[in-house]
């Protein structure tokens, strides 16, 4: 299976991307001890790109990082891919491939797009791969859209994801939207 980008150079591809600022996703950037990453947004094809490294605590079998650790990342990429895309959304069900096992304290890179959108769903692909395209890990994954009420009521902290999604469906790219420090 390829990756899901016909890109030669990952490095390319993350220079034309909008880097997300940590504060988003707190899951990703208060995880520290476990892996260090960088996640970006590449408006042209709509992904969520995460250039990462997985640490000590992120082990599962020696020397290669945890089956569910893995699983949670594409939860991050293929669910952001949808918020960046402006839909709001919680996850339903992900089926994941542990293809091969993910070493430790090396840098890798996953992808989250959105495929496929139906009236309440969202339908995502993901996978995590080497600088070389070989492919580790895939995974697709139906999320829920949120409604906008909710998503303000539920929490404060939810109500700048109502402002970036509103500007999203206006048109508004995801580095204007940052720009404008709206998210």
């Known amino acids: 299976m390829k990756t899901l980008f016909d890109i030669q150079d990952i490095s390319a591809c993350i220079a034309e991307s909008t880097h997300i600022p940590d504060a988003i996703s707190r899951f990703m950037s208060h995880s520290t001890d476990l892996i260090e990453s960088r996640q970006y947004f590449h408006e042209a094809t709509g992904m969520l790109l995460m250039e990462m490294r997985m640490g000590d605590n992120a082990e599962g079998p020696p020397d290669h990082v945890h089956g569910g650790f893995t699983s949670a990342i594409l ?22 491939s542990l293809r091969k096992s993910i070493p430790l304290n090396q840098t890798f890179y996953c992808a989250g797009k959105t495929e496929r959108i139906d009236t309440r769903r969202i339908y995502t692909v993901g996978q995590i791969f ?3 395209g070989k492919l580790y890990t895939s995974a697709t994954a139906v999320f829920i859209r949120i409604p906008e009420a909710l998503l303000i009521q539920s929490h404060q902290r939810f109500s700048k994801f109502a402002s970036f999604n509103k500007m999203r469906q206006n048109g508004h ?10 998210a």
């Open 75 to 96: 939860d991050e990429a293929m669910g952001g891919a949808a918020w960046c895309n402006g839909y709001p959304v919680l996850a339903a069900n992900i089926n994941v």
């Open 130 to 132: 080497d600088a070389e």
């Open 173 to 182: 790219s995801v580095s204007q939207i940052l720009e404008a420090g709206k």
